[in-house]
Structure formats: structure tokens, C-alpha cells
């Protein structure tokens, strides 16, 4: 069984970085992609980000290029999505997710591929 538990959310103005943690625990020896998905409010769940486990390969929803990098540490066992020029279009709660069944995000945009998520961290973003 593999947690997943995020940090790093707050408040910032537009224009500010924030760095998101996500951090797994337990069976984590076993290669798996990550992903970061947001859900603003009134808005359905969203794809961010998704790395594969060497971190050779990052996706990127288009309206983060450019301003947001994924990355890990597997010595740490940790994820971080690295958000700068932020918004106030970023303002959701930020989620990250493991696929355990595969090394390589299968579809990264589809959040059904995940099979494990953290309980989410609140991102606000200030006009």
C-alpha cells in the first residue's frame, strides 16, 4: 500500500511561486508514474503535470508550460511541482497521484489511470 500526502499549498499572490510536496510512504519500491491533477472551484478535476519514475519524461497541461515543472526524488520517496508566474486561474486544490501498475504515465491526462491519491493541498492565488 502506497500513501500519498501533499504540502505546500497556501496563499500567494499572482505573479508568485509556491512548491508542492507529495510524499509516499509504505510499499514504494516498486516503480510507479506520478501525476498532480487540481479542481477548482465549480470545475471538474483537472491533469497539471505527470512525470515517469526516472523523471526522463514530464507532461504538462498546456496552460502550465512554461510556468510549472514537475519533478522527484526517489531517495526521498517525494514529488514536487514546481509553480511559478502563478494565477488566479491556478487558485484549486492541487492533488498528486500514483499509477503503481506502470513506470510510464499510460495516458497522463486520464485520471482514472491512478490508482492512488493524496488528500489534497489548497492553492490560492490573489489578484
Known amino acids: 500500500q502506497v500513501k500519498l500526502v501533499e504540502s505546500g499549498g497556501g496563499l500567494v499572490q499572482a505573479g508568485g511561486s509556491l512548491r508542492l510536496s507529495c510524499a509516499a510512504s509504505?510499499?514504494?519500491?516498486?516503480?510507479?508514474?506520478m501525476g498532480w491533477f487540481r479542481q477548482g472551484p465549480g470545475k471538474e478535476r483537472e491533469f497539471v503535470a505527470a512525470?515517469?519514475?526516472?523523471?526522463?519524461?514530464?507532461f504538462y497541461r498546456d496552460s502550465v508550460k512554461g510556468r510549472f515543472t514537475i519533478f522527484r526524488d526517489k531517495t526521498k520517496n517525494t514529488g514536487y511541482l514546481q509553480m511559478n508566474s502563478l494565477k488566479p486561474e491556478d487558485t484549486a486544490v492541487y492533488y498528486c497521484?500514483?499509477?503503481?501498475?506502470?513506470?510510464?504515465?499510460?495516458?497522463?491526462?486520464?485520471?482514472?489511470?491512478?490508482?492512488?491519491w493524496g488528500q489534497g493541498t489548497q492553492v490560492t492565488v490573489s489578484s
Open positions: 509504505g510499499r514504494t519500491f516498486s516503480p510507479y508514474a
Open positions: 497521484a500514483a499509477d503503481r501498475s506502470s513506470w510510464r504515465p499510460k495516458a497522463p491526462a486520464d485520471h482514472t489511470e491512478y490508482d492512488c
Open positions: 512525470i515517469t519514475w526516472s523523471g526522463g519524461s514530464t
